[in-house]
């Protein structure tokens, strides 16, 4: 069994937690907060061993109830490879005390591609990450652009890309973050963080994006174009997404045609949390013209990098040879085949 331990429970934490703990070669070993909170008593309501970031605070947890394992780096001592999800730039901060131990980390997309040196997604440049001790997984955004640039990459030769990420404005259940009624271009220089960023995973594509956020939660919008370097048609790019374990369908007989209505069908498929994994794909809003790919993509912000964790975990530990096998095992022990 791959031993992992979590460090910061958070959104993407707790997912990961939970998506470790489903497979059948993995083990949590423990996860860490920095003050007692709801997920905390999740953590204990689940049997994870619980770990803080600073002893000063023990007697906070033990007054909430909340017994505690240790430090962080008591935990990181029983652990093959710690997922640090902690915000950004805390994560970077850590790093020492990974190389102190000799410990394998996985980073997050709230962190540079330089603090690993080398950034990841599942379907792209897994087998890059074998036997690595540190990895970073792009972030959500970066993660659904990858997926797709590089399947039609695969099949056609992918040229230029333009995209335009209309993002949420924070978690469901952050209540600190905004906006509450404004479009706020984030940044409102060309290009924004995503497209240098596809360039780590997929160095090879001319990329430039542009992102702004809106008052919302649940998902973010990407509104793509690409120039195939090869003829295609419809048909084809839908068999090909329709093939793909981490892209998924939307399609026209769902009627299905925002967010919203997607959260509702997640939750209704019964995915825990309402999360989609998967990268989801307008069926209708894929179009040609010429050798010109134009669609519309939405990713869920809090699911989609959790499933590309657990595959760093089996390339770093080269505990499976093929991303494939490893997406499949991914996949089915979280129940989920793509929509
Ligand atoms: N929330 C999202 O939509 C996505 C986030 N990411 C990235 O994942 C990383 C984590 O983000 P979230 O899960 O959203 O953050 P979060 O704020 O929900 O969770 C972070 C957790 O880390 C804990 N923490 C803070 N400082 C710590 C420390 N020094 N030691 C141990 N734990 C500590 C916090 O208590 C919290 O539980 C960031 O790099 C972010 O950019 C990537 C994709 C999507
Ligand atoms: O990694 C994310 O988005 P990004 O790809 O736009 O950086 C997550 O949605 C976290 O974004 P946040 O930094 O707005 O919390």
Redesign the pocket.
Known sequence: MIKVAI?????????VADAVAAQPDMEVVGV????P?A?AYVARQRGYPLY???MSKRQAFEDAGLEIAGD?TDMIKHADVVV????????E??KKLYELYGVKAI?????DHEVAGFSFCSSCNYNEAKNRQFVR?V???T?GLCRIIHAMDERYGVGRVRATMVR?GS?P??IKKGPVDAIVLNPVKVPSHHGPDVQTVLPQIDITTMAMIVPTTFMHMHALQMDLKSDATKEEILAIIEAHPRMGLVRPGTGITSTAELREYAQDLGRPRADLYESAIFADSIGLVGRELFLFQAIH??A??VVENVDAIRAMMNAVDEAAVSIEMTNRALGFTAI
């Open positions: 460090n910061g429970y958070g959104t993407i934490g707790k997912r860490s907060k920095t003050k909170s997920e803080i970031a600073e962080v640090d999800a902690t915000p950004g730039g805390i994560g901060k850590n980073w997050q997309g709230g962190e997984v972030s959500c955004n993660t949420r978690d259940g952050e912000q809090e989609d990098v």
